[in-house]
């Protein structure tokens, strides 16, 4: 039972646009989100993550939106560039509970046009 | 800080063979994780390990199994290997056990002929 779902395998946009990679998630004790970006033959990079406290969180270029009612996080990525293009993870943990252990989306793959 | 290593990087086995994948963590960093990455099923949790000890532990069989040394380090083994095991396995470290952000190595690439 997939908890942390993407339903976009893929996404392409224009360098210089915005992208907007979704998430969605049926627990709600998650407290905790992180998107991951993946290169090929390599393990995935962290690049934001966002605490059930907040609603926003920004760093950069990449911004992390987390909707709690709807069950829901968005990664803004404002430019999007050519080095972009990579699959990208949402994952969810319950910090609350103890267990470390995170759960994954199936990601999105993005490819940054130039 | 070097990150987090793991060896080998690329590994060739035979069906009914074992396997011993191993993970070096941040310096520092106490929690180890592991997990399984396939095209069907995406990155799965196996287990993650917490000063020597396993804290938690994915839906996988008992064939999968692993432990962590004194100084952090972290090995995985899988048993009578079957095909399905062919995988990317990867690991993570974190610096403590309360869901802080993991950082995951380059990870394992296993092949199960």
């Known amino acids: 039972d997939q908890q942390v779902k993407q339903n976009s395998p893929s996404l392409s946009v224009q360098e210089g646009r915005i992208s907007i990679l979704n998430c969605d998630y049926t627990?709600?004790?998650?407290?905790?989100f992180l998107w991951y970006k993946k290169y090929p033959a390599e393990g995935p990079t962290f690049l934001i993550s966002i605490s059930s406290i907040k609603d926003k969180n920004e760093d950069g270029r990449f911004t992390v939106f987390l909707n709690k009612s709807a069950k829901h996080l968005s990664l803004h990525i404002v430019p999007s560039q050519p080095g972009d293009s990579a699959v990208y993870f949402c994952a969810a943990s319950l910090t609350k509970t103890g267990a470390n252990n995170l759960f994954f989306g199936t990601g999105t793959r993005l490819t940054v046009i130039p | 800080k070097a990150g987090v290593t793991q060896t080998p990087r690329y590994l060739i086995k035979t069906r009914g063979q074992q396997v011993t994948l191993s993970c070096s963590p941040i310096?520092?960093?106490?929690?180890v994780s592991w997990y399984q990455q396939t095209p069907g099923q995406g990155l799965q949790f196996l287990f993650e390990y917490f000063s020597e000890t396993q804290r938690n532990k994915g839906n996988f069989p008992g064939r999968f199994s692993g432990r962590q040394f004194s100084n952090s380090r972290s090995e995985m083994n899988v048993s009578t290997l079957e095909l399905g095991d062919s995988a990317l396995y990867l690991c993570?470290?974190?610096?403590?056990?309360?869901?802080?952000?993991?950082?995951f190595g380059p990870g394992t690439r296993l092949l199960v002929l």
């Open positions: 310096s520092g960093h106490r929690s």
């Open positions: 993570a470290s974190s610096f403590g056990d309360r869901g802080e952000t993991q950082y």
């Open positions: 627990n709600s004790m998650f407290d905790y």
